[in-house]
């Protein structure tokens, strides 16, 4: 069932390899922006700062979305 206010959005099965690319390649990017520490991540108790603790929430969003995107197409969905 559809919840109100969503929209169902149809891809092409090759539209959606460049997305999963696109949703990996944005994952490394954050994350590799989360391991860049700054000095506000070192005056933390969880030695990560908010930008870049937003980073790695970030990342498992990506990662999250490409692993739905996944399952939803894995009948009929070459890998990159
Ligand atoms: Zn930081």
Redesign the pocket.
Known sequence: MRRPGRRTVTITKAQAVIVLQALADAEAYRRRLAA??????ATTPAA??D??LDDLDQADAYRALAADLGREGSDDLERP
Do not use: G, K, M, V
């Open positions: 860049a520490w700054c000095d506000a991540c990560a700062c930008s870049h």
